[in-house]
């Protein structure tokens, strides 16, 4: 069983920054790609970030690119979202995602992407 636990959310002023991390068991975290959402109270979970198995390539949703950076560690089995000049509207329970089967590089946005999830890590950024 894939466990996914996410940490380093926390309340923050706009214009800060917060590093969130992703611990993921099993010995094959190299083996898929990973990804980032979010959900706000009310909204449906949107797509945030993603990286590819080797970390080689990463993707962005429009409102956060140039402003979080993922990456990932293969040897630790982590995966990182570092975000920078956040806004209020960054504000949501933030969650860590493993790849499923239909995850590809044209379908990486979408949460049907992704099979396994981890409980998430709330940020709130105070205006």
């Known amino acids: 069983q894939v466990q996914l636990v996410e940490s380093g959310g926390g309340l923050v002023q706009a214009g800060g920054s917060l590093r969130l991390s992703c611990a993921a068991s099993?010995?094959?975290?190299?083996?898929?790609?990973m990804g980032w959402f979010r959900q706000a109270p009310g909204k449906e979970r949107e797509f945030v970030a993603a990286?590819?198995?080797?970390?080689?390539?990463?993707y962005y949703a429009d409102s956060v690119k140039g402003r979080f950076t993922i990456s990932r560690d293969n040897a630790e089995n982590r995966v990182y979202l570092q975000m920078n000049s956040l806004k209020p509207e960054d504000t949501a329970n933030y969650y860590c995602?493993?790849?499923?089967?239909?995850?590809?590089?044209?379908?990486?946005?979408?949460?049907?992407?992704?099979?396994?999830w981890g409980q998430g890590t709330q940020v709130t950024v105070s205006s």
């Open positions: 099993g010995r094959t975290f190299s083996s898929y790609a």
């Open positions: 990286i590819s198995r080797s970390g080689s390539s990463t």
């Open positions: 995602a493993r790849e499923g089967v239909w995850f590809s590089t044209t379908y990486y946005y979408h949460t049907r992407a992704y099979e396994y």
